[in-house]
């Protein structure tokens, strides 16, 4: 049997037996090749596909594996990259025996025997769609991503789901940048009934909603109501229910861990593939404790749902269970993963108290977060009993309204996560005292307020992926790629867990929608992506898809002037650059591309003349620190270079003392010293102690400062490639974490 991760081979093994042989490929073991388009856009978009780096050895096993195999089962992960692993290792191992594909959504030994009991093979169109989507974006990629490296600098990207996105975040900066604040007023009431406080507000003006833009405005409201007396005119009562919320999908699991737990969406995808390929939680070995975590479903099986209800009916009083089930139907574009079940705890008996001392702190506040909503989702409404007054004060309308929670249903249990603009709901709404039309109440203070009306605020985690999620774009299981993209190439930063576009993010948003407005928008982007969810359907051809994007495509491409967009990016203009001579050779300047992006140089740059000048618009002043130089003692002050920030004396040339910044992390091999990042004479970079030569602590990979949850040290180095996936090392104690799988990294 072959499966993708080695923790999941592990846990499966241990239900198969000796009689079964659980491999793993780590990941995608064939791809795209890295250094060449590998793509024949003349012979039917035909793809060439190798090997990955490092993946030589784990097929040479999995083909010697094969050999002295009865039968094969090729039981990767139920979506299209799955399909995809398990249709490149059944085309390399060539097999002679029986070679069957089986689907499993929980790693369980019930639902392991039932796979095994219904093989099936090798699903030809959702591998086209997979192998489509993967064209797409190398195009996309490949013939894009040079404008940014001739234009700005090498190094950059532009993607086809990753640029839209980039370009939803400088749209909101650019709509609050343009925003002009207005002024508004409210008026409230504070009245008593009987001792007990509430708060009426203004409603109507003559029977319109009021448009109090003025201090003076508010004003002539207040000396009009402040001698009138407040007469209860209108009283309505009604109970409103407020139904349980679905059982997670990958989009919404992802949204409510922003919000409740502070998780990044690839912190939520990291601690969920452990959940559900196995953890040790003190039985006879690994077990899987969520269903697959990659699913646009809220649906559940019929067993799953007996299960929960018999849970809830012993555990929690008779008004908690509904008479039949609460059934969730999906969105209409839930279909790339549509066929899976919600994600949902596979054994809804292991509460979360009881694995907890197995699991680490993120695996934990998952599972739980995942148990408590799944268990909410099949429990009864939480009821209200909201009361409105009206105070009918002739031209004035004051409004009091109120709810109490008289039955708090699936509340006792589970309560949804909410952002500021999410607004109010009736659990904000304070209770008001009984009253009946006609009683009059006692009108404590009259208050107008001023407001201003807000901006649209900027998109946080959640709200990003709910945006991209209800518009379209890309897949919930993408997400996560695309949004740590973003801030690895420093396209955006996050401060207050919010989105800001930095200025490289600006302009290259800006470049790639000028000369791309036709493929980096939100409609075709989402089309994209129902043409994919077709070929899956096998009502479009892999091929006629890719031929109708890139006719278009390419026509933009060709339609590109260079130069035109360089000076466009850096405040240039094309007829004052054509004027322009070298000021020590008077000969023609023009543009050039080099290693650090475009410059300007004297057409007889490197053969009789030397001049060049940067491009960079705004020299980055020097910053001045309490650091001392060590080898004259004088000030030292931050610098930026070509290689980014660094400290140096303050009395250059005379005093040439230069070193890196420290990271604020401790070394963790002697007591004094901290890290920084140092280069060779090369300009490979690597991460060292400051007391270097002293001590002689070095690493090759970036150390990041988070904790490491076996020792506590903070500072781990941070390990990423295809063929191992990414992981975290502790510095001082070797401790390891998986942080995303060699198939999630080839996917990002």
């Given at each position: 049997?072959?499966?993708?991760?080695?923790?999941?081979?592990?846990?499966?093994?241990?239900?198969?037996?000796?009689?079964?042989?659980?491999?793993?490929?780590?990941?995608?073991?064939?791809?795209?090749?890295?250094?060449?388009?590998?793509?024949?856009?003349?012979?039917?978009?035909?793809p060439k596909y190798v090997t990955i780096k490092g993946k030589t050895k784990t097929l040479s096993e999995l083909k010697k594996a094969a050999k002295g195999a009865s039968v094969i089962y090729l039981a990767t992960d139920p979506d299209r990259e799955g399909e995809a692993i398990a249709w490149h290792v059944a085309d390399q191992l060539k097999?002679?025996?029986?070679?069957?594909?089986?689907?499993?959504h929980e790693i369980t030994k019930a639902a392991i025997q039932e796979a095994l009991k219904d093989p099936g093979q090798i699903d030809d169109r959702k591998v086209d769609a997979q192998q489509a989507r993967r064209i797409l974006d190398r195009l996309v990629g490949y013939k894009a991503s040079p404008i940014l490296w001739k234009s700005i600098?090498?190094?950059?990207?532009?993607?086809?789901?990753?640029?839209?996105?980039?370009?939803?975040?400088?749209?909101?900066?650019?709509?609050?940048?343009?925003?002009?604040?207005?002024?508004?007023?409210?008026?409230?009431?504070?009245?008593?009934?009987?001792?007990?406080?509430?708060?009426?507000?203004?409603?109507?003006?003559?029977?319109?909603?009021?448009?109090?833009?003025?201090?003076?405005?508010?004003?002539?409201?207040?000396?009009?109501?402040?001698?009138?007396?407040?007469?209860?005119?209108?009283?309505?009562?009604?109970?409103?229910?407020?139904?349980?919320?679905?059982?997670?999908?990958?989009?919404?699991?992802?949204?409510?861990?922003?919000?409740?737990?502070?998780?990044?969406?690839?912190?939520?995808?990291?601690?969920?593939?452990?959940?559900?390929?196995?953890?040790?939680?003190?039985?006879?070995?690994?077990?899987?404790?969520?269903?697959?975590?990659?699913?646009?479903?809220?649906?559940?099986?019929?067993?799953?749902?007996?299960?929960?209800?018999?849970?809830?009916?012993?555990?929690?009083?008779?008004?908690?269970?509904?008479?039949?089930?609460?059934?969730?139907?999906?969105?209409?574009?839930?279909?790339?993963?549509?066929?899976?079940?919600?994600?949902?705890?596979?054994?809804?008996?292991?509460?979360?108290?009881?694995?907890?001392?197995?699991?680490?702190?993120d695996q934990y506040r998952l599972y739980q977060l995942i148990w408590q909503r799944f268990v909410a989702s099949q429990m009864t409404p939480a009821v209200y009993d909201m009361t409105i007054v009206d105070f009918d004060l002739g031209e004035y309308l004051f409004r009091a309204s109120g709810s109490v929670l008289v039955f708090d249903g699936?509340?006792?249990?589970?309560?949804?996560?909410?952002?500021?603009?999410?607004?109010?709901?009736?659990?904000?709404?304070?209770?008001?005292?009984?009253?009946?039309?006609?009683?009059?109440?006692?009108?404590?203070?009259?208050?107008?307020?001023?407001?201003?009306?807000?901006?649209?605020?900027?998109?946080?985690?959640?709200?990003?992926?709910?945006?991209?999620?209800?518009?379209?774009?890309?897949?919930?299981?993408?997400?996560?790629?695309?949004?740590?993209?973003?801030?690895?190439?420093?396209?955006?930063?996050?401060?207050?867990?919010?989105?800001?576009?930095?200025?490289?993010?600006?302009?290259?948003?800006?470049?790639?929608?000028?000369?791309?407005?036709?493929?980096?928008?939100?409609?075709?982007?989402?089309?994209?992506?129902?043409?994919?969810?077709?070929?899956?359907?096998?009502?479009?051809?892999?091929?006629?898809?890719?031929?109708?994007?890139?006719?278009?495509?390419?026509?933009?491409?060709?339609?590109?002037?260079?130069?035109?967009?360089?000076?466009?990016?850096?405040?240039?203009?094309?007829?004052?650059?054509?004027?322009?001579?070298?000021?020590?050779?008077?000969?023609?300047?023009?543009?050039?591309?080099?290693?650090?992006?475009?410059?300007?140089?004297?057409?007889?740059?490197?053969?009789?003349?030397?001049?060049?000048?940067?491009?960079?618009?705004?020299?980055?002043?020097?910053?001045?620190?309490?650091?001392?130089?060590?080898?004259?003692?004088?000030?030292?002050?931050?610098?930026?270079?070509?290689?980014?920030?660094?400290?140096?004396?303050?009395?250059?040339?005379?005093?040439?003392?230069?070193?890196?910044?420290?990271?604020?992390?401790?070394?963790?091999?002697?007591?004094?010293?901290?890290?920084?990042?140092?280069?060779?004479?090369?300009?490979?970079?690597?991460?060292?102690?400051?007391?270097?030569?002293?001590?002689?602590?070095?690493?090759?990979?970036?150390?990041?400062?988070?904790?490491?949850?076996?020792?506590?040290?903070?500072?781990?180095?941070?390990?990423?490639?295809?063929?191992?996936?990414?992981?975290?090392?502790?510095?001082?104690?070797?401790?390891?974490?998986?942080?995303?799988?060699?198939?999630?990294?080839?996917?990002?």
């Amino acid at each position: 049997m072959i499966v993708e991760s080695p923790t999941k081979a592990k846990t499966i093994g241990k239900y198969l037996g000796s009689g079964y042989d659980v491999r793993a490929t780590v990941g995608h073991l064939r791809d795209l090749p890295t250094r060449e388009l590998g793509v024949d856009v003349d012979n039917g978009f035909e793809p060439k596909y190798v090997t990955i780096k490092g993946k030589t050895k784990t097929l040479s096993e999995l083909k010697k594996a094969a050999k002295g195999a009865s039968v094969i089962y090729l039981a990767t992960d139920p979506d299209r990259e799955g399909e995809a692993i398990a249709w490149h290792v059944a085309d390399q191992l060539k097999a002679l025996v029986p070679t069957h594909r089986i689907l499993f959504h929980e790693i369980t030994k019930a639902a392991i025997q039932e796979a095994l009991k219904d093989p099936g093979q090798i699903d030809d169109r959702k591998v086209d769609a997979q192998q489509a989507r993967r064209i797409l974006d190398r195009l996309v990629g490949y013939k894009a991503s040079p404008i940014l490296w001739k234009s700005i600098k090498t190094g950059l990207s532009a993607g086809r789901v990753q640029t839209v996105a980039l370009r939803l975040i400088v749209e909101r900066e650019r709509e609050i940048r343009a925003f002009t604040p207005q002024e508004y007023w409210t008026i409230e009431a504070l009245c008593a009934k009987d001792g007990q406080t509430f708060e009426a507000a203004l409603a109507k003006v003559g029977g319109h909603k009021p448009q109090l833009h003025t201090e003076a405005d508010a004003r002539t409201v207040v000396d009009g109501v402040r001698p009138r007396p407040f007469i209860v005119s209108k009283v309505e009562r009604r109970n409103r229910k407020k139904n349980p919320g679905a059982p997670f999908t990958t989009s919404t699991l992802q949204q409510e861990a922003a919000k409740k737990l502070g998780f990044s969406s690839r912190r939520t995808m990291r601690a969920a593939q452990d959940l559900y390929e196995g953890m040790d939680v003190g039985g006879d070995g690994p077990v899987g404790l969520i269903t697959y975590m990659r699913t646009d479903s809220p649906q559940v099986s019929d067993t799953a749902i007996a299960s929960v209800r018999g849970f809830i009916k012993k555990n929690y009083a008779k008004p908690y269970l509904p008479e039949e089930p609460n059934r969730y139907s999906a969105k209409k574009n839930a279909r790339a993963q549509g066929a899976h079940e919600a994600i949902r705890p596979t054994d809804v008996s292991l509460r979360p108290e009881d694995v907890q001392p197995h699991l680490e702190s993120d695996q934990y506040r998952l599972y739980q977060l995942i148990w408590q909503r799944f268990v909410a989702s099949q429990m009864t409404p939480a009821v209200y009993d909201m009361t409105i007054v009206d105070f009918d004060l002739g031209e004035y309308l004051f409004r009091a309204s109120g709810s109490v929670l008289v039955f708090d249903g699936y509340h006792v249990l589970y309560t949804e996560g909410r952002e500021k603009e999410e607004g109010k709901t009736m659990d904000d709404l304070p209770p008001i005292p009984p009253l009946v039309v006609g009683d009059r109440v006692e009108v404590r203070e009259i208050t107008p307020s001023q407001h201003f009306t807000e901006p649209p605020p900027r998109f946080s985690e959640a709200s990003l992926v709910k945006e991209l999620e209800r518009l379209g774009i890309g897949r919930p299981s993408t997400y996560s790629a695309i949004i740590s993209t973003l801030s690895a190439r420093e396209y955006v930063r996050v401060d207050q867990r919010r989105f800001f576009p930095t200025d490289l993010g600006e302009t290259v948003e800006k470049i790639m929608i000028g000369k791309f407005p036709d493929i980096f928008n939100v409609e075709f982007t989402s089309e994209m992506e129902d043409e994919l969810d077709r070929i899956e359907d096998g009502e479009l051809k892999w091929q006629r898809v890719l031929k109708d994007f890139y006719g278009p495509f390419v026509k933009a491409l060709n339609a590109v002037d260079l130069n035109a967009l360089v000076a466009d990016a850096h405040g240039l203009k094309p007829e004052e650059l054509a004027k322009e001579r070298c000021p020590k050779c008077g000969s023609p300047i023009e543009l050039r591309t080099g290693r650090f992006g475009p410059y300007l140089a004297c057409i007889k740059y490197k053969e009789a003349c030397d001049y060049v000048k940067s491009l960079k618009r705004n020299k980055v002043p020097d910053r001045p620190t309490d650091e001392k130089c060590h080898l004259c003692g004088s000030a030292m002050v931050i610098k930026t270079g070509r290689f980014g920030e660094f400290l140096a004396c303050t009395t250059y040339p005379k005093c040439k003392g230069t070193r890196s910044l420290p990271m604020g992390l401790k070394c963790p091999k002697c007591p004094d010293g901290d890290l920084t990042e140092r280069r060779t004479k090369r300009g490979k970079s690597f991460w060292g102690c400051l007391r270097y030569p002293a001590c002689d602590f070095s690493t090759w990979n970036r150390p990041v400062p988070e904790t490491c949850p076996s020792c506590g040290w903070l500072g781990m180095e941070k390990k990423i490639s295809k063929a191992d996936g990414e992981s975290r090392t502790c510095l001082k104690c070797g401790h390891r974490i998986v942080v995303a799988e060699p198939g999630e990294v080839a996917l990002a």
